[in-house]
């Protein structure tokens, strides 16, 4: 795995990455996303009611685990579509014996990354 240098080094809290690993329904839809999906798909593949797996990936997505993008579709009415953000998460001890949480991610291509960037700027806008 290898980090990605351009990607936000905004770690998650070592807590939400727990609670969300702790949650079933949360490992759940890491196991069942394997592929870009909405919401819906989700929860209709994960087998968990609509309105849980919204609290669920928002959890995910807190915890940096998910990350959401947009479906685009010929009708105007975009959808948010969710994947899975990490390859591996490790937890040790820092050297001020204080726990830590690393996420590996695989490296994002440029385009990825400009459309992150568009992203920001639609919402400074």
């Known amino acids: 795995m290898v980090r990605d240098t351009f ?15 702790d949650d079933p329904d949360c490992r759940q839809i890491v196991s069942e996303l394997t592929e870009p999906m909405t919401a819906e798909e989700i929860s209709e593949v994960a087998d968990i009611p ?3 797996t919204y609290r669920k990936i928002d ?3 807190e915890a940096s685990l998910l990350e959401e993008g947009v479906q685009i579709r ?4 975009h959808a948010s579509q969710y994947v899975v953000a990490f390859d591996e998460v490790a937890i040790g001890l820092s050297d001020d014996r204080v726990f830590e949480v690393d996420i590996s991610r695989e490296p994002r291509t440029a385009d990825e990354r400009l459309a992150d960037l568009w992203s920001e700027v639609r ?3």
């Open 59 to 61: 959890t995910l997505v």
């Open 123 to 125: 919402k400074e806008t």
């Open 7 to 21: 990607a936000d080094d905004d770690t998650p809290d070592l807590q939400s990455v727990l609670d969300a690993l």
């Open 50 to 52: 609509l309105s849980t």
């Open 74 to 77: 010929s009708d105007g009415q």
